[in-house]
């Protein structure tokens, strides 16, 4: 038996799209009981056997439910998030909406901090996977070749979230970090700024708003764009440094995009300690739009994301494939804004 194979946008999911234990031991051609045994105490098996179902569930990307038999067929009602991070303030709105919208119908989120560097995504997902949830919520869409191979033999509702891609996994809710980064550099073209720079996280979607950034400000004439990526998840304290390291490779820069409002405000907090004024001097721009942007002087200029309204559809996806109800658009884009303010 092969691996399932085929759009993953269609692919049923619970029920016909589950590898399961038999599967294993036909591949491994050995009984279910004897797989089963090699899975669960692999020392009561002989080492032909083991390495025969060890290669069956590699190939398949099989997870053996740790729930009880009897209740490995009903509904847990438990649906699982994975975040990079729950320090930062970025994502919690999503997850809120998330949380209140399942508990409207039942449902209950388990949640999992896989990190920036070093992501321990695919053990969270083996975790999560082995207890059966009724969907599993990510964040982003890059997941290695060994976690999509577990989440796509599992049958579990996926939905992918922060992030745009016409072939998601199974279902998507989110927005083009590109098109961010494009939109950004022409809104700053258009206020007459000259010299632009980044400041940006080093995790791969703040590496893709950059990207597009920089071609679109290359592409208006506005020659190189300065950068400097700092460790993700983004703080005060590096957008200060980073600024600092801007001005003294490029005194004449005078507009600034950072990939998170916290370092936009070590930024302006950089800026004003050494006197440079925003935006007369300095145009800022953050991304997120957190509680506090508003209530900066000045206000900080930043890019919306309604993370809310990604929590929502994110449930919504979930509770409607665990009902069993069809789920015809399966990719939803909520978009972005630029709120301006008064520091750009």
Known sequence: ??????????????????????????LAGVAPITASRALSKPSQVSPDVLRKVTEAVSRTGYVRNVLAGGLASARSRLVAAVVPTISGPVFQQTVQALTDALATEGYQLMLGQSGYVDSREDALLEAIVGRRPDGIVLTGIMHSAEGRKRLMAAGI???????????????????????????????LRAKGCKS?????????????????????????????????????????????????????????????????DLLALGVMTEAQSRGIAVPGRLAVV???????????????????????????????????????????????????????????
């Open 157 to 187: 509702p996926v939905v992918e979230t922060w992030d745009l891609t016409p072939t998601p996994l199974d279902m998507l809710v989110g927005f083009s970090h590109a098109e961010v980064g494009r939109a950004v550099a022409e809104f």
């Open 196 to 260: 632009l720079a980044a400041v940006a996280g080093d995790d791969e979607r703040a590496t893709r708003r950059l990207a597009a950034f920089q071609e679109t400000a290359h592409a208006a004439g506005l020659g190189e764009v300065q950068i400097v990526r700092v460790p993700a998840p983004t703080t005060l304290k590096s957008g200060r440094v980073a600024l600092a390291e801007l001005l003294a490779r490029s005194p004449a820069v005078d507009a600034v995009f950072c990939s998170s």
């Open 286 to 344: 953050g991304f997120g739009d957190l509680e506090f942007s508003a209530d900066l002087h000045p206000a900080l200029t930043t890019v919306r994301i309604d993370g809310i309204a990604i929590g929502r559809q994110a449930a919504q996806f979930i509770v409607d494939r665990a009902e069993g109800r069809e789920v015809t658009q399966r990719v939803v884009d909520v978009g972005f804004s630029i709120v301006e303010r008064e520091s750009a």
């Open 1 to 26: 038996m092969n691996p399932p194979s085929g759009n993953p946008t269609r692919r049923p999911r619970r029920g016909s799209g589950a590898v399961t234990l038999h599967d294993v031991a036909k």
